[in-house]
């Protein structure tokens, strides 16, 4: 009688990359090779928004404070929403084939509701927990932002998590036109949560880790052997904004007004 096999996860852990390198990484390792990949990276190194692909820097940022204070501003590969990320900020990235994880359809609503049930193993006993429209919240308070982005036969679905934040960093947000209903006419303060009042670093890393090896046979892989997985070129969409280009983009907001 034979036992069907798990799918094979690689895994990559990091501490402190920054969150600029890890999308670079990730859009290849989505784009360039066929493996399965979970990537955790716990912080980044130095204060960074990061806006989904369609964002517009005017109609989501303070865009004086920004650059005042040369806040990198950083357009990523996927959809989603605005975030400042710091190294507070714990990064989970679930990169898969389709044909890996059957029971998941190739669209948003099927891979968050696969990604809700394994965080819900991660705070088993953790009270408040829910997937939330398209947040992770403890009650009504979001700790976790999600974004996605589907191609062909794969798809990845990254996580950032608030462990903390500083409340002087969420200055350089507007509040979105568009916010989850359960998010009303909240601020960011408001609205959101410390993970860390739920849930120990160091614990939240490892059970996402076993979450995910309860799915797929795990086996770790060092940055510095990436190349012998992704070979070939591939598009490149996540980009740094210039400061000129935020320069540019709060001048027409001043023309506009």
């Known amino acids: ?20 390198e890890q999308l670079h990484l990730e859009e290849r390792l989505l784009r360039a090779s066929t493996d399965n990949w979970c990537i955790v990276n716990d912080g980044t190194n130095v204060p960074t928004i990061v806006m ?5 820097p005017s109609q989501l940022l303070e865009l004086g404070p920004v650059i005042k204070d040369r806040i ?15 190294k507070s900020t714990v990064f989970v ?11 998941v359809q190739p669209y948003p609503r099927s891979v968050m509701a696969w990604s809700g049930s394994l965080y ?49 960093n969420m200055a350089y947000l507007k509040l979105p036109s568009k ?25 939240f890393v ?9 799915q797929f046979a795990m086996k770790q892989v060092n940055l510095e052997d990436i190349d012998s ?15 000129e280009e935020l320069q540019e983009a709060m001048s027409c907001t001043s023309q506009n007004a």
């Open 1 to 20: 009688m034979s036992v069907s096999r798990l799918p094979l996860m690689n895994l990559i852990r990091l501490k402190g990359t920054p969150i600029l």
């Open 93 to 103: 990235s679930l990169i898969c084939n389709k044909d890996d994880v059957p029971s």
């Open 52 to 56: 989904g692909m369609s964002g517009k």
């Open 120 to 168: 819900g193993q991660v705070f088993e006993g953790v009270n408040g927990f829910q997937l939330r429209e398209n947040d992770y919240v403890f009650g009504d308070r979001k700790f976790g932002g999600n974004a996605q982005s589907i191609i062909r036969n794969r798809w990845i679905h990254h996580t950032s998590f608030l462990w903390d934040y500083n409340v002087r």
């Open 179 to 203: 916010v989850p209903q359960y998010r009303l006419e909240r601020d960011h303060t408001d609205f959101v949560c410390r993970m860390k009042d739920y849930i120990e670093r160091s614990d």
């Open 72 to 86: 990198p501003v950083i357009k990523r590969f996927t959809g989603g929403g605005t975030v400042i990320v710091d």
């Open 229 to 243: 997985y992704a070979e070939g070129g591939h598009v490149k969409s996540t980009k740094l904004l210039t400061m």
């Open 206 to 214: 490892e059970k996402t880790v076993k979450a995910v090896g309860n």
